[in-house]
């Protein structure tokens, strides 16, 4: 019986911590290309996580992406030029935006 409890228990606690992961969204954190407020996208060219003190927020990767961001909560409004972190779901062959920040308009580590 104890056994049996035992198994149980583990089995729930791992379906518990397995099912935290499956609503995660991806991020990227890139330089912003452009914000169109009329068709509600954002283009950024993605960085890498190789931080350095000459490229404090990573090395540009060369990758464009297009994010919709109709229904994304967006902090201080991007601009060209600022870097943005992006958290993000894929839905078909949309980057569907969830949340916009913009990292270089607010010092995080003050926070």
Known sequence: MKRIITILAS???????TIGS???????QGKCLGYDTAAATIEVEEYDINFSKD????????????????????????????VLRIAY???GSQKMALKVMNVSKQDLSKK
Do not use: M, W
């Open 11 to 17: 089995a729930l606690i791992l379906s518990c911590l």
């Open 22 to 28: 499956a609503f995660a969204a991806e991020v990227v």
């Open 55 to 82: 490229h404090p927020y990573g090395h540009s990767t060369g990758i464009r992406s297009l994010f919709n961001v109709k229904e994304a909560k967006i902090g201080i409004t991007p601009e060209t030029g600022d």
């Open 89 to 91: 779901d894929v839905k």
